[in-house]
């Protein structure tokens, strides 16, 4: 029983330092800033193309957004020196309507 329970504690405190070495350290580079252009996915990450880059979208999980034009609003921020993104809200562009807003929960839901 003594064994098990040092396994298990030697497990949990393994993922808690895997879980910070991969956690990604950003810089905030513009604060409360907007940026627009398409949602692209590549891996299990999200990234918005503007024209210019590619910025790196944190907080955003929902893949069915990819091929949208969207414009963004969050934190402008840099992740191992490459643009990213903290995104407080999303607004999507469907054929030349207003946007709608979305949530950036992970749950994927539309807002109003």
């Known amino acids: 029983m003594r064994k098990m329970i040092s396994l298990c504690l030697s497990i949990v405190m393994a993922l808690l330092v895997i879980g910070e070495c991969r956690a990604e350290q ?3 580079v513009e604060p409360n800033a907007v940026i627009a252009g398409s949602i692209t996915v ?5 990234y918005l193309d ?4 590619e910025f790196l979208l944190l907080n955003v999980e929902d893949i069915s957004l990819e091929g949208m034009q969207v ?9 191992n020196e490459k643009p990213a993104f903290k995104v407080t809200s999303i607004d999507v562009y ?6 709608s ?11 109003s």
Do not use: A, H, I
């Not at 590549?42 to 999200?46: A, P, R, S, V």
């Not at 503007?50 to 880059?53: I, P, Q, T």
């Not at 414009?71 to 992740?79: A, I, K, L, R, S």
């Open 26 to 28: 950003y810089e905030v």
């Open 42 to 46: 590549k891996g299990q990450n999200l």
């Open 50 to 53: 503007d024209g210019e880059y």
């Open 71 to 79: 414009e963004v609003f969050g934190d402008y921020v840099t992740v």
């Open 94 to 99: 469907e054929g030349g309507d207003l946007p």
């Open 101 to 111: 807003e979305v949530d950036t929960e992970s749950d994927g839901k539309e807002g």
